[in-house]
């Protein structure tokens, strides 16, 4: 079955930095995309990043182009967001997600979230 | 202004029939590209409910189906029941766009 679990979430200033990880069991890992996609409170989804299978690339949204880094270590089956500058905007729940990405860009797994807040 | 639009709320008596809508544009359902559709409780994180091909995950039951017409898209549950009342959301791929991944703003399904 697979599993993902994101970890890192928690309470940051403005401008500050924050670095979320999602652990993967239950499929091979790189075999697939893995993709961010968050969730502002109350609010709808918004997809803000996706790493290939080999790491090698990775897309980003416009609202965290420049500030969010996505790596991947494929012997620890695990992806990492490194968030910088943080907004308050940025406040969200984080959901780690494998993503399908061959012939079709869809989330077939996701995990249960990580909640970042970005307040003074 | 999210590039595929949803109804913010529906509603139906058990038993009934439900639609939610899932509008796009020339540069994604238009094109052709493949619609997604996740069903998420309070609280809890999206799942993938139905996709292209009106195809469900193990688990789905058949009352949930899903087409496409040109720009347009729709997610159809029969035999509505309690335990559907649920956000839905709508996904696909836009072409134009430099965040080629684009949501629904989402549908808040009440059972009645």
């Known amino acids: 079955e697979v599993h993902l679990e994101e970890s890192g979430g928690g309470a940051v200033r403005p401008g500050g930095s924050l670095r979320l990880s999602c652990a993967a069991s239950g499929f091979i890992f790189d075999d697939y995309a893995m993709g961010w996609v968050r969730q502002a409170p109350g609010k709808g989804l918004e997809w803000i990043a996706r790493i290939n299978w080999s790491g090698s690339d990775t897309r980003y949204a416009d609202s965290v182009k420049g500030r969010f880094t996505l790596s991947r270590d494929n012997a620890k089956n695990s992806v990492d967001l490194q968030m910088t500058s943080l907004r308050v905007e940025d406040t969200a729940f984080y959901y780690c997600?494998?993503?399908?990405?061959?012939?079709?860009?869809?989330?077939?797994?996701w995990g249960q979230g990580a909640l970042v807040t970005v307040s003074s | 202004q999210s590039a595929l639009t949803q109804p913010p709320s529906v509603s139906g008596a058990p038993g009934q029939r439900v639609t939610i809508s899932c509008t796009g544009s020339?540069?994604?359902?238009?094109?052709?590209?493949?619609v997604y559709w996740y069903q998420q409780f309070p609280g809890r994180a999206p799942k993938l409910l139905i996709s292209a091909g009106n195809n469900r995950p193990s688990g789905v039951p058949d009352r949930f189906s899903a087409s496409k017409s040109g720009a347009s898209a729709s997610l159809a549950i029969t035999g509505l029941q309690g335990e559907d009342e649920a956000h839905y959301y709508c996904q696909s791929f836009d072409s134009d766009l430099s965040d080629p991944v684009v949501f629904g703003g989402g549908t808040k399904l009440t059972v009645l």
């Open positions: 997600a494998r993503q399908i990405t061959n012939a079709a860009n869809f989330f077939d797994s």
């Open positions: 020339k540069s994604n359902i238009g094109a052709g590209y493949d």
